[in-house]
């Protein structure tokens, strides 16, 4: 094992999505993540999406560097194994309904007196409190009651859902830095805490400041497709070979280079071109500019007259496009890993590098409760094996 977090130990008894992805995250980096599932009702992330020969594709993503139980938490006998694996444990990340974890006898407090040490990340879709709490919550809710949805799609459309997770993948990131500071704030106090993370809030960050603009502007932000309120030219645009090209212009300067490569200087030394906001608002002329001089020429040509430029620009790549990049391929985005089931697997590398302790992938999504009696063992539960699996507490 490599990576910073060697020596953490973290229980995943959440499922779908956020929380799971939060420990793989943690695992990447050499946290030693216990996988825990039902033994009768495992994570649903196994039969998710694309499937080979029967197995999981996306399973083999966010169940990597995870050693898998089976566990029933809801029994008596099963909860005590949770304490005992607590006892041994840094994290525990879990997503039932508020209240769950607390009937089954197994609250913070319960927890606590396992390890008073022990970080409790507890995510869910609305958070431990507030009229929704109890509610089933997943990350297309929180993308409805963000204002994602109002702001996303063409002004004279619908609201748009985004077609993947978008709300449980922002809220994984937002556990992991939530274990990472509790992790680091017992180092002062000594005691774990509770992590409370409701997935309808991580997301609002992105959307900027929407509430604030609101209250003090009584301003609400408007479906703009792909252009953008801040600043302009931003937009998609396709070139003569019939390619889509993304540009963007968040600096002033690059805004000033692209409209004297599209052939429009006149317009940068007019007084509204000094601002983002101010440009947004002649968005017409200068979109118009961009597209033109755009679908005169090839993709190709376009992308080498920006980058001479010094101009922002880039290509809209779908899957086949991005397995052959090279630029990811030179930040080695994509390793292979060798599958016991698939054999020789790519998929996405670690959120970022690091230089020192950079971490690894040990291995890929294990098959359900493949590490049951080892993880069992270590916990001094060797003993009790036959008869938890003769009652059905584990498989």
Do not use: C
């Amino acid at each position: 094992m490599s990576g910073p977090l060697v020596g953490l130990t973290v229980v995943d008894a959440a499922t779908l999505f956020a929380g799971p992805l939060a420990a793989t995250y943690l695992g990447d980096f050499g946290a030693d993540v216990v996988k825990v599932e039902h033994p009768l009702r495992p994570d649903a992330a196994r039969g998710h999406g694309q499937t080979k020969d029967g197995v999981g594709l996306w399973w083999k993503i966010i169940g990597r560097n995870k050693r898998t139980m089976t566990l029933d938490l809801s029994r008596p006998e099963g909860a005590e194994v949770l304490l005992r694996l607590a006892a041994g444990a840094d994290v525990i990340i879990e997503n039932f309904r508020p209240g769950t974890l607390e009937r089954w006898g197994l609250g913070p407090d319960v927890l606590w007196t396992a390890d008073e040490r022990l970080v409790l990340a507890r995510v869910t879709g609305f958070g431990q409190m507030g009229p929704m709490a109890r509610r089933p919550g997943f990350g297309t809710l929180a993308e409805a009651m963000s204002g994602f949805a109002a702001l996303t799609g063409e002004p004279d459309g619908p609201p748009i859902l985004p077609p993947f997770g978008l709300a449980d993948g922002i809220a994984a990131l937002a556990t992991a830095f939530g274990i990472l500071a509790a992790l680091e704030g017992r180092r002062s106090t000594g005691r774990g805490q509770v992590v409370d993370l409701a997935i309808i809030e991580p997301i609002l960050w992105l959307l900027g400041p929407q509430v604030t603009s609101w209250e003090q502007l009584g301003w609400m932000q408007p479906r703009t497709g792909n252009r953008s309120t801040n600043n302009a030219p931003r937009n998609l645009y396709r070139s003569a070979d019939g390619r889509w090209l993304a540009v963007s212009t968040s600096s002033d300067s690059i805004a000033e280079r692209v409209m004297r490569l599209v052939g429009r200087p006149d317009v940068v030394d007019a007084p509204w071109f000094r601002s983002g906001r101010g440009r947004a608002e002649h968005v017409e002329e200068l979109d118009g500019a961009v597209a033109a001089w755009i679908a005169a020429r090839p993709a190709d040509e376009v992308i080498a007259a920006f980058e001479a430029a010094e101009a922002a620009i880039a290509p809209i790549l779908d899957v086949r496009d991005i397995a052959v990049d090279p630029q990811y391929a030179a930040l080695g985005t994509f390793p292979t890993v060798e599958d016991p089931e698939l054999g020789p697997l790519r998929m996405q590398g670690q959120l970022f590098r690091l230089s020192a302790t950079p971490g690894s992938i040990r291995w890929t999504g294990r098959p359900t409760g493949a590490d049951t009696d080892a993880i069992l063992a270590e916990a001094g539960l060797g003993e009790q094996i036959p008869e938890l699996r003769r009652m059905g507490v584990v498989a």
